[in-house]
């Protein structure tokens, strides 16, 4: 029997020449990612040496990658000194890959490593960020893990206690209708699945309209794969995969390309065909309740939200510019926009997105994960409504568990920001 793109993944990484689900095995790391919640790593890995008389020292500070994303510009001066200890133990331990807060370099962590390049097909990537998953659109294994395994990283350069995953195969055909977008076909997915259907198993997608689908596409459904409890989604890489990280990444080097057998097995297979999928809404307050805009349209919000490491890249705003540009955003809404990194603001300003967003009435933030969590910028208030592109929806996750948000795409969040009720952009906003 074939082999997965996961169990190859791990077989390299392990020097075996296959490996069968349900393994457990030690593979090395390729990347280990952290942002703010570095400060808590360092505690955890100096703790490692603690009475040894050894000098702390990571694995290869090369390999390693930190991103403040969270909390930027620092919001109080216990962030702010976080910051301060792990830019002292960037310089320490030598760690180039490192994004401090300057609009050179800034951006959530998420679109940072593809869009330097950092990350590569069959990599084994870790990173101390439950949405790690997302770079599996770069065909890498690449799955989230908790501070005191991330020390144990940095100290070995491998992640101990691996089990093989079982992977469920989802095969996408059908072209989108305008205005529907690979969010609505994560969304549509997360539904069906329900919020523990992938649990601890690997989402590999197949299909035309993936192969069809640009990298930020590919981002954004590997991104909420773990909203379906998975471990990682995962895209075998092709020629877009080749194109983003010559192209746009600005990788030179050699890219291997591993893929899975054709005879692999899976745990279970789901077909999905999108021509008539019409845009999704993840309902309050779980990912998984997600219904078609047409059972929720005309709902009243008061903040729409665009941005985030699932859709603040350059075709997101886009997609948002096109529909405001000429237009005011209802009065009584409030719209946030937060790009994914600085390159992708800058490009956006050049391209006239921004002014197009500004001048219709959006509050252009700086990069980095502002209103999703709702603890540094754009907390909503008691009873109020918010739609918005990021991933979860849990109560109090913007800041405020006597809100309710609702979860969208790009095309969405904009229509619906010049009614001012959930709106279907395919009618026109």
Not at 240 to 245: F, G, H, Q, S, V
Not at 419 to 426: A, E, M, N, Q, Y
């Amino acid at each position: 029997m074939g082999q997965t793109l996961v169990q190859k993944i791990l077989a390299k990484a392990t020097g075996q020449k296959e490996v069968q689900v349900g393994d457990v095995l030690e593979p090395m790391v390729d990347l280990a990612m952290s942002h703010e919640n570095a400060a808590l790593v360092i505690n955890q890995f100096l703790e490692i040496y603690k009475g040894t008389g050894l000098e702390p020292k990571v694995w290869d500070p090369n390999k390693i990658a930190i991103i403040f994303d969270h909390r930027v510009p620092a919001e109080s001066s216990k962030t702010a000194t976080n910051q301060k200890k792990v830019r002292e133990f960037v310089a320490q331990q030598g760690i180039s890959k490192f994004h401090d807060i300057r609009t050179d370099e800034m951006g959530i962590c998420h679109q940072i490593l593809p869009e330097n390049g950092y990350v590569r097909p069959a990599y084994v990537v870790v990173g101390t960020d439950s949405h790690t998953t997302s770079h599996g659109a770069l065909g890498a294994f690449s799955f989230g893990i908790g501070a005191t395994e991330m020390a144990s990283v940095w100290t070995l350069g491998r992640i101990l206690n691996v089990q093989v995953p079982e992977t469920i195969k989802v095969v996408v055909k059908g072209k989108f209708q305008n205005y529907v977008e690979p969010k609505d076909l994560i969304l549509y997915l997360v539904g069906l699945l329900g919020a523990e259907g992938a649990n601890f198993k690997v989402i590999e997608f197949h299909g035309e309209t993936i192969r069809n689908m640009n990298t930020s596409g590919r981002l954004t459904i590997c991104n909420m794969t773990v909203e379906a409890g998975a471990t990682s989604g995962i895209v075998p890489p092709d020629d877009e995969t080749l194109r983003y990280l010559k192209q746009e990444a600005g990788v030179q080097e050699e890219i291997e390309l591993i893929l899975p057998d054709e005879d692999a097995s899976y745990v279970q297979e789901i077909n999905i065909d999108v021509t008539n999928l019409e845009p999704q809404i993840a309902c309050p307050h779980t990912v998984d309740n997600v219904k078609p805009i047409s059972e929720v349209a005309g709902i009243k919000i008061n903040q729409v939200v665009l941005g985030s490491c699932t859709n603040g890249r350059l075709e997101d705003l886009e997609a948002a510019a096109k529909i405001l540009k000429g237009k005011k955003i209802a009065k009584g809404v409030r719209m946030l926009v937060f790009p994914a990194s600085g390159k992708i603001l800058r490009e956006a300003i050049k391209l006239g997105y921004v002014l197009d967003l500004m001048e219709a009435g959006a509050v252009v933030v700086n990069p980095g994960c502002g209103p999703c969590l709702g603890v540094h910028q754009g907390a909503l208030g008691d009873g109020e409504v918010a739609l918005s592109t990021t991933n979860r929806n849990f109560k109090g996750r913007m800041g405020n568990p006597n809100s309710e948000v609702y979860l969208c795409s790009p095309s969405v969040a904009a229509a619906s920001a010049l009614t001012g009720v959930i709106t279907d952009p395919r009618n026109g906003g």
